[in-house]
Nanobody, 120 residues
Framework: QVQLVESGGGLVQAGGSLRLSCTASGSIFSINAMGWYRQPPGKQRELVASITRVYRTNYADSVKGRFTISRDNAKNTVYLQMNSLKPEDTAVYVC??????????????WGQGTQVTVSS
């Protein structure tokens, strides 16, 4: 059982910044990757950024150069630094953890989501 707790969302003006955090707790054997997804109203969920156990990162084209994902392995925490925010970034941001148990079984966990609203 793993729980993900997100924080850092809020209301910000265009051009501003926010820093999201997601902390995993519970029984964690091996984390393959952690990342952030978002789902704007009326649109499909999309991957925003992810980071693997070996610190390989992946970003959506729409956020490259503006967002930075990082990890603190000691705290089982992933961060998303969001700069130069645009109204199009408005969405619920959801944390994701992908990992394996001791037998190699793959599993995923999701947070509850945190609202990010960017005003014009």
């Amino acid at each position: 059982q793993v729980q993900l707790v997100e924080s850092g969302g809020g209301l910000v003006q265009a051009g501003g910044s926010l820093r999201l955090s997601c902390t995993a707790s519970g029984s964690i054997f091996s984390i393959n990757a952690m990342g952030w997804y978002r789902q704007p109203p009326g649109k499909q969920r999309e991957l925003v950024a992810s980071i693997t156990r070996v610190y390989r990162t992946n970003y959506a084209d729409s956020v490259k150069g503006r967002f930075t994902i990082s990890r603190d392995n000691a705290k089982n925490t992933v961060y998303l630094q969001m700069n130069s925010l645009k109204p199009e970034d408005t969405a619920v941001y959801v944390c994701n953890l992908a990992g394996r148990d001791s037998s190699g079984q793959v599993y995923e966990y999701w947070g509850q989501g945190t609202q990010v609203t960017v005003s014009s």
